[in-house]
């Protein structure tokens, strides 16, 4: 029964940064063996996962994008955040937050995506 909702700006501008907020009810991103996980998808291409921030805090993410990449939380609100810094027009993507399995990695649940549109 755990829900997520994925919210922030439908447009960024190029070189700006991206941000976006999950939010999580029916279930704590604390939780033992939770995983908060950040998956797009870009039109007409497959899913990517971005990165994860685990029920203990620690974060991992994708080797392509790290570098750019950055998820955090807010446990009093229940919510966990991505920054995706310097974006260009191929970060175009629908966006999700989803549940995983902790060291497997498969998907429990996810919300219903947000399309993110880079242009000027």
């Known amino acids: 029964q755990v829900q997520l909702q994925e919210s922030g700006p439908g447009l960024v501008k190029p070189s700006q940064a991206l941000s976006l907020t999950c939010t999580v009810s029916?279930?704590?991103?604390?939780?033992?063996?939770?995983?908060w996980s950040w998956i797009r998808q870009p039109p007409g291409k497959g899913l990517e996962w971005m990165g994860v921030?685990?029920?203990?805090?620690?974060?991992y993410y994708s080797p392509s994008l790290k570098s750019r990449t950055s998820i955090s939380r807010d446990t009093s609100k229940n919510q966990f955040s991505l920054q995706l810094s310097s974006v260009t027009p191929e970060d175009t993507a629908v966006y999700y937050c989803?549940?995983?399995?902790?060291?497997?990695?498969?998907?429990?649940?996810w919300g219903k995506g947000t399309l993110v549109t880079v242009s000027s």
């Open positions: 989803a549940e995983v399995a902790v060291n497997i990695m498969d998907i429990i649940c």
């Open positions: 921030i685990h029920y203990d805090g620690n974060t």
């Open positions: 029916g279930g704590s991103i604390t939780s033992s063996y939770t995983g």
